[in-house]
């Protein structure tokens, strides 16, 4: 049970305070309700390349880090397809740092040509890294590819190439901060060995005049629904073949979101769970095999991914998660196995909540997605699904037509 | 309100340890107890002197550790899977140079079902051949997959170049490795490292005292201890003779570089205050390094350097993936970066930021006990306590820019350092 209090400055921004006096530390999280599904398809990777400007000096500020790391604090953000989140921890008696130092660049940026040409340079090299000099780097860009035709999710977080961030203009920096960086666009939390209503009167200070911006509505296209079977193959200089399914799903709203995340934890979590301890240990058709989701607000995907055995071929492989899967759709899962992968839910709620960091990002996150207080009512939710309703929510997923399948195969 | 102006920041001067009760078992196995949690978990750990170091053959260390999850002689593999799993635990098994052990993760109200399968596997493990044969080729598998990537290449060419092939620090797994792996092999290593005699147990978390009775009744036995073999003497390290390394790879878009040389480990005197000059040089985000290659010149997404410390050496490292066509002028800055450290003394104002970034790391590193028992163990392994801790705040504290620029001296030779590139 997370315990917290809550208000909203008149500029629209939500302000939220967790007290743990168990701590000697003080964590700040800012999220911006902003990420890759905002951009335009000529630019993708843009929200991202923007999360590393916005540390690159603002208003009243020449950068952001050094003041942070001389008050003892550490921070670091990422960006995701819907939000771009934003975190500092530092020793509970220097918050007011976090306070200057995060207000001022929600004020304003200084928008320095120069750092946004280094940062664009970073950002090429970040991209190269992870998804151009990896083997399978490039399988992620292919996967948004096949399983979105309209809707942005077709392209990933960093970006479609390597052109859409090089191009990145000033201008459009700008205007992109001041649709989207605005105080009603935004959640701040704030926890750890802190006192709710100093916290409040600290939100004021330096946020409280900090303009409000436009009303955000999305209208974003809505992906049609998927009715035929997708199949990419790959050849290329990767030294084992690899398969990966990915099956779409449900938008994080809706009923059955919590049936079908089970759905995962059956397949995938630990050394007992069905992938691993079929097709791996059983059947020694694959060498590693997990299952894990998008955990996307629209609709989302469910992957299964796996490198396969030596001398396997790809359609014994395929088949053999096939049939994993469309067991779940015929077969009710027993009440062992149902109570065990809440049991394993609640545990790692509980783990997660060890830490103040995770806890304040948490309450950052449910209340972008309309309740901070429903933190508090997931593992309720979870305990609440039936076997009927994960049969049900396996016949709805674990189809042929719902399912876009990459087949990468080694050439060597 | 005038924002160009910073809030006042409040140094840390002392810190307060949350508590660490220690015992011992009652055949001696020491036993470190940090109960101060909020959350209903409990982590308890096993640290075994089973590392590499101690191994006959390569990988040896690294295969009995892996193995421990699959079998013992009440349990087959499934059914510890479905144990843990069942009551939502987590169990980690991991092995280094130095220890080798387990940690189980739990909410503490099962922990007391979990103790009797978690201490089994450490007392009758029995090593099925073909769970050993699954894992042998998947890891064969994964091998495989990891040699097309330019950082783990460069990793093992640098430990490679550093210690020769026939260090336990410099020797890298080879596929020829994984068909020399026999049950015996590891019951043998097994009996012999892990056992009682060779025991640390770290409990973290909230739990009730009682605890220390189930540890007691599972790993307190006098049966448990067993003589260990003597330590292997020291091996020789064979350090390559050429510094320059660099693998090439027409197809890549970036080159992975190590960078460094052997340097002194934690037992040395000068290695507190090394650690805050590592800090300013390639510690942390704000270090000269990523100020340099990053923030100005988006040369990489990263760079970062280290001195890394075992029980029988240390090296400091350098390390960076950039674009290919700037892997050279790369070498260039960290070159110059290595000789402003050696010639000119560190303001008083970056100084400061890094003794202030270095005093909150600190506390971080205690905050909460299952943080706090990481940290702990590092210093275990040196036989160090938490006055170890007092001692780097002290030194972060009073260090002078003037001690620093000697140790630079005495520390940074960028002609003596290893070269290692690939891509």
Known sequence: ?412 | MNRALAPEINLIDSISFPNVEQLKLDNGVPVYLLNEGVQDVVKIELMFKAGKWFESKNLIADFTNRMLREGTKNYSAKQIADTFDYYGANFNTSAGFETAGASLFSLTKHIDLLLPVFAEIFTESVFPENELNTILSNRKQRLSVDLKKNDFLANRNFLNALFGKNHPYGRVSEFEHFENIFVEDLKAFYKSYYSATNLTILVAGKFSPSLVDQLNKYFGSKNLLREVPAAPADYVIESSTELIHHTEKTDSVQSAIIIGNMSINKTHPDFLKLSVLNTVFGGYFGSRLMSNIREEKGYTYGIYSSFASYPHAGFIEIASEVGKDVRDATLKEIQHEINVLRTELIDAEELQVVKNYMCGKILRSIDGPLKFSETLKGLLIYNQDVTYIDQLLKTVREVTSEELLQLAQKYFDYDKMYKVTVG
């Open chain 1, 1 to 412: 049970m997370i315990k917290f209090e809550e208000t909203v400055l008149k500029n629209g921004l939500k302000v939220i305070v967790h007290e743990d006096a168990a701590t000697t530390m003080a964590a700040v999280n800012i999220l911006y309700k902003v990420g890759s599904r905002d951009e335009d398809v000529q630019q993708t990777g843009f929200a991202h390349l923007f999360e590393h400007f916005m540390f690159e000096g603002s208003k009243n500020i020449p950068e952001f880090d050094t003041p942070l790391q001389n008050a003892g604090g550490e921070n670091n953000a990422f960006t995701s397809t819907d939000i771009t989140n934003y975190y500092d921890i530092l020793p509970a008696n220097n918050l007011e740092t976090a306070f200057w130092l995060e207000s001022d660049r929600m004020l304003s940026l200084a928008f320095d040509e120069e750092s946004l040409n280094t940062q664009k340079n970073v950002v090429m090299e970040e991209f190269k890294e992870h998804y151009i000099n990896q083997p399978y780097g490039d399988v992620w860009h292919k996967m948004c590819a096949l399983a979105y035709k309209v809707h942005p999710y077709q392209w990933p977080v960093i970006g479609l190439n390597l052109q859409h961030i090089e191009q990145v203009k000033m201008q459009s920096a700008k205007d992109f901060f001041f649709k989207y960086y605005r105080p009603n666009n935004a959640v701040l939390v704030v926890g750890g060995n802190v006192k709710a209503a100093e916290v409040f009167a600290l939100a004021e200070k330096w946020f409280g005049e900090i303009p409000s911006g436009e009303k955000i509505t999305r209208n974003l296209p809505k992906e049609p629904i998927q009715n035929e079977e997708r199949v990419l193959e790959v050849k290329a200089d990767v030294p084992v073949h690899s398969i990966y399914k990915a099956y779409k799903i449900g938008t994080r709203n809706s009923a059955d979101f919590y049936a079908t995340d089970l759905l995962r934890d059956i397949l995938s979590n630990g050394d007992s769970s069905r992938l691993y301890r079929q097709l791996v240990k059983e059947e020694k058709l694959f060498s590693s095999i997990s299952a894990y989701g998008t955990d996307s607000i629209d609709e989302g995907l469910l992957l299964v991914e796996g490198k396969l055995s030596k001398d396997v071929s790809m359609d014994a492989a395929e088949s053999a998660i096939e049939k994993v899967l469309y067991e779940m759709t015929q077969e009710k899962i027993s009440a062992d196995e149902l109570e065990k992968v809440k049991n394993k839910i609640e545990a790692y709620m509980v783990f997660s909540e060890v830490n103040v960091l995770n806890r304040v990002m948490n309450l950052a996150y449910f209340e972008m997605l309309g309740n901070a207080a429903d933190v508090n009512n997931e593992a309720e939710k979870y305990r609440a699904v039936t076997a009927e309703q994960m049969q049900a929510a396996a016949a709805k997923v674990f189809r042929k037509e719902n399912c876009n399948t990459i087949r990468y195969f080694s050439n060597n």
